[in-house]
């Protein structure tokens, strides 16, 4: 289990990094503004949240320089509150939440970037785009209108389960995808960079499986408490 000691936990986690060029996500969901501090001396820049007021209360308080990662599920009326600093916005499920953040960022004159969250878990109650809605929407004609949204790639998450067959299946099936959308003619607001699976149980298996970005929350902070 990871200890208190968050520069340690973060130092033990990158050692066991099978890609160096993976970057790490520091999810800090629930956590105090004091626990990010001390990430942010060990060296850390990046930062996951998953809630608005939290992500906009702690970067008031936080270094500028910070970026922050909106990973949790985001409503559309919930955009503008974020789009004028948020780094990347990972969780954008669906096409209705992808508009809405194209015309925040046209409002102020910013283009926001995004991954778009692929549905590949077992789990009904898991928000993303299926592979069919993605490749349409990509080869579609709406794309091409947006001008405010800038499409870095793609993020998923895996069943919750013990299983690491069917969490290893589920990389792999996104991995390929990711793969194959990169040897396509995409629209200029779409690029395939960024590949974002792995958590803290899971990251090595989606290392292996090819991921460019993790998100990781206890690992680092420790357990969380839901109050
Ligand atoms: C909470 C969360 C994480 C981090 O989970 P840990 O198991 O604590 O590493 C990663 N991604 C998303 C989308 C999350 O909500």
Not at 74 to 89: D, S
Not at 196 to 201: A, E, K, R, Y
Not at 211 to 222: E, L, N, P, Q
């Amino acid at each position: 289990m990871p200890n208190t000691n968050i520069r340690d936990n973060i130092k033990q986690t990158l050692s066991t990094f099978m890609r160096q060029d993976c970057r790490l996500i520091a999810v800090s969901k629930t956590k105090p503004v004091s626990a990010i501090e001390e990430a942010y001396a060990a060296g850390i820049r990046d930062f996951g949240e998953n809630k608005v007021q939290e992500l906009t209360d702690k970067a008031v308080q936080l270094p500028e320089d910070i970026r922050w990662h909106m990973i949790g599920h985001l409503q559309r009326n919930k955009v503008k509150y974020i789009a004028p600093f948020v780094h990347l916005i990972q969780s954008v499920d669906s096409l209705r939440l992808l508009k809405q953040i194209d015309k925040e960022g046209k409002k102020i004159g910013r283009v926001i970037s995004c991954l778009l969250q692929v549905h590949i878990a077992k789990e009904e109650s898991k928000y993303g785009w299926d592979e069919t809605e993605l490749t349409d929407f990509l080869f579609g004609e709406e794309v091409r209108e947006m001008k405010n949204i800038q499409v870095e790639g793609l993020m998923g998450m895996a069943t919750n389960t013990e299983d690491q067959q069917t969490i290893r299946n589920e990389f792999r099936a996104l991995a390929h995808l990711f793969e194959r959308l990169k040897q396509e003619p995409l629209p200029d607001q779409v690029k395939m960079n960024e590949l974002s699976m792995g958590m803290s149980g899971d990251y090595p298996i989606a290392q292996e499986e090819g991921s460019t970005m993790v998100r990781i929350g206890s690992a680092i902070f420790g357990a969380r408490n839901y109050s």
